[in-house]
């Protein structure tokens, strides 16, 4: 950690299916490379309220095949196989995953401007080729989206992480941890040069929960339009009710406005179609994208149709 923070263009390497992929394109030229998978905790335990404790070393295979992640949070083992293909998912580890950059085809493209690769160059994806891009939360600066699956069913699951500082250690809710782009679109999270992620600590939740991506193909494809859920019902009302969408914005978006109308409500497809609408208010899709808008209400409703 200590040589990471003593040079600014220095990164930790875990696994490395995403930072290497942004070397070889020229995106990412770090000056030092500190490897740290042998470093960070691995592995995953159930806690003793019935949460989990994941190592940020932990692979996504292993995660996704551990028996209690399958059991009780369904929504987090079908995110997690969503994404990627097996060899990807055998060295991608859990820490690495949540800091993924985007995908956006101009940020990638180092011919190109982008103001989330170099600031103050300018977001030719407004007026381009912004068919996948945001339609919430984004700004003049960047319409770039989030591309992991796993960070979508963590913040339907009001995950929290442990960040490991140069003064000490600090928890995190996932919340807090990723940034709509404002006008510091190069700023994906509140994640300080030097700190390091070493835990992801998962609350109890309802176990009926469910991942839904909608995808140009049928694997190793970005979502389109992405919802994690996460229902509990008693006497056909509504007690608990968690919703976030990817594919939609900067980062994982969780749908409150829509969890505040169903909270206490009936479990139907009507209010869940209310709900929905109400979330997609906000969006500001741009020319290519609009689509967007009544793709992801429609997914909302049918994964909440399908656990109700």
Known sequence: ???????????????????????????????????????????CEV???????IGAGT??????????????????????????????????????????????????????????????TGCPARDG???????????EHCVATHPSDMAVALAALDATLH???PDGVRVCPLADFYRLPGDEPHRDTTLGHGELVTAIEVPP??????????????????????????????????????????GVAHMPWRARTAEEQLRGGPASEEAFDRAA???????????RNAFKVELAKKVVVRTLAELA
Do not use: W
Not at 132 to 139: E, P
Not at 205 to 211: H, V
């Open 277 to 287: 609408g109400a979330e997609l208010s906000a969006a500001r899709p741009l020319e």
């Open 205 to 246: 939740a309802p176990n009926r929960s469910s991942y839904r991506k909608v995808r140009d193909r049928a694997s190793f494809a970005f979502a389109v339009v992405s919802v994690a859920a996460a229902l509990d019902v008693r006497r056909g009302a509504i007690q608990d009710v968690r919703i976030a969408l990817g």
């Open 1 to 43: 950690m200590a040589a990471v923070a003593a040079t600014a263009e220095a990164k930790f390497l875990a696994g490395g299916t995403n930072l290497v992929d942004l070397m070889r394109l020229g995106v990412e030229q770090p000056g030092l490379l500190v490897d740290i998978k042998r470093i960070v905790p691995r592995g």
């Open 129 to 139: 080729e912004h068919r996948m891009l945001a339609i919430l939360g984004h700004s």
């Open 163 to 165: 960040i490991r500082t």
């Open 47 to 53: 806690t003793p309220d019935g949460g989990l404790l």
């Open 59 to 120: 692979s996504n295979s292993e995660l996704a095949a551990h028996p209690a992640v399958r059991e009780d949070f369904p929504v987090l083992a079908q995110a997690l196989l969503s994404g990627a293909s097996d060899q990807l998912r055998n060295v991608a580890t859990a820490g690495g995953n949540l800091l993924q950059r985007t995908r956006c085809f101009y940020f990638q493209d180092t011919t190109k401007p982008c103001n989330n690769r170099e600031p103050g």
